[in-house]
């Protein structure tokens, strides 16, 4: 199967759900500088406040009043129009787009995740973790951190983008700033392999001049639009 569209979502696509992005200027995410809370350096340095912070994020997400938006939505739809040819990837640890009933690869990580620095094996959690916390598969205690790529990690999945970047006809970026690499050189990698590419945004971002096309508006209101172009 030939994958024909490439979408890469960001925070943005998230916001009109009620999860705060990073925001551009100041730097900060939910009040922390991002140093302070998604680096491995801030993990060894303060491991207390880095599981704190994901533990609020997780709390957060699993609050009744979080729900996908027409945006998540609208990506299922098309992902369902079009078995095997829609590859989503997103920079979102959130599962707002599995809630929709979308399939999509988080290249950096999720958020019900966490991993045992001991044994490296996944597993699903909505609890709080802390140095308690046990591995349920090699029962070490205080080896649990959240399975999310910091800055300075490798994002997950980079081939299989790689690969479907290659085919596609089509990439379109979702409400990400363009600022956080790789993901923000998808657009260039893509336009190289051939693919028209369409940026969807509140507003213009640091690289727009690269895409094609832009719909600048709410996510919720302008991916609908989008996907109806493809239908
Ligand atoms: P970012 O915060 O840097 O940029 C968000 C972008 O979304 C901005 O360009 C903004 O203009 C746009 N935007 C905001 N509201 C929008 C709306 N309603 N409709 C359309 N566009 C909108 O986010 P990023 O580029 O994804 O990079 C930030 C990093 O932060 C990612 O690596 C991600 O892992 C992490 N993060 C994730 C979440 C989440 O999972 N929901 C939230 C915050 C940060
Ligand atoms: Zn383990």
Request: glycine share 8%.
């Given at each position: 199967?030939?994958i024909e569209?490439?979408v890469l979502?960001?925070?943005?696509i998230?916001?009109?759900s009620g999860?705060?992005t990073?925001r551009g200027d100041?730097?900060?995410w939910?009040?922390?500088?991002?140093?302070?809370?998604?680096?491995?350096?801030?993990?060894?340095?303060d491991?207390?406040?880095v599981?704190?912070?994901y533990?609020q994020?997780?709390?957060?997400?699993?609050?009744?009043e979080i729900a996908p938006n027409?945006?998540?939505?609208?990506?299922?739809e098309l992902q369902?129009?079009?078995p095997?040819k829609?590859f989503?990837v997103?920079?979102?640890i959130?599962?707002?787009h599995e809630?929709?009933?979308a399939?999509?690869?988080?290249?950096?990580g999720e958020l019900?995740?966490?991993?045992c620095?001991a044994c490296?094996q996944?597993?699903?959690?909505?609890?709080?973790?802390?140095?308690?916390t046990q591995?349920?598969y090699c029962g070490?205690?205080?080896?649990?951190r959240?399975d999310?790529?910091?800055f300075g990690?490798m994002?997950?999945?980079?081939?299989?983008i790689?690969?479907?970047?290659?085919?596609?006809?089509q990439?379109?970026a979702?409400?990400?700033?363009?600022?956080?690499y790789p993901?923000a050189g998808?657009v260039?990698?893509?336009?190289?392999?051939g693919?028209?590419?369409?940026?969807?945004?509140?507003e213009?971002?640091?690289?727009s001049?690269?895409?094609?096309?832009g719909?600048y508006?709410?996510?919720s209101?302008?991916v609908?639009?989008?996907v109806e172009?493809l239908l």
């Amino acid at each position: 199967m030939v994958i024909e569209v490439v979408v890469l979502t960001g925070a943005g696509i998230s916001a009109e759900s009620g999860l705060a992005t990073f925001r551009g200027d100041d730097g900060l995410w939910e009040n922390h500088r991002v140093e302070d809370v998604a680096t491995p350096e801030a993990f060894v340095r303060d491991p207390e406040l880095v599981q704190r912070f994901y533990n609020q994020r997780r709390q957060q997400l699993l609050n009744p009043e979080i729900a996908p938006n027409p945006a998540h939505v609208a990506l299922a739809e098309l992902q369902r129009a079009k078995p095997g040819k829609v590859f989503i990837v997103t920079q979102n640890i959130d599962d707002l787009h599995e809630r929709a009933g979308a399939e999509v690869r988080h290249m950096h990580g999720e958020l019900l995740n966490i991993r045992c620095m001991a044994c490296v094996q996944i597993q699903r959690t909505s609890h709080d973790v802390d140095e308690t916390t046990q591995c349920s598969y090699c029962g070490v205690q205080g080896q649990m951190r959240p399975d999310i790529v910091w800055f300075g990690e490798m994002p997950y999945f980079m081939g299989e983008i790689e690969h479907a970047l290659a085919q596609a006809e089509q990439f379109v970026a979702i409400g990400t700033s363009g600022l956080v690499y790789p993901a923000a050189g998808f657009v260039a990698q893509a336009k190289d392999y051939g693919a028209r590419c369409v940026e969807i945004n509140l507003e213009p971002t640091a690289v727009s001049s690269i895409f094609d096309q832009g719909y600048y508006g709410a996510a919720s209101e302008e991916v609908p639009r989008w996907v109806e172009t493809l239908l």
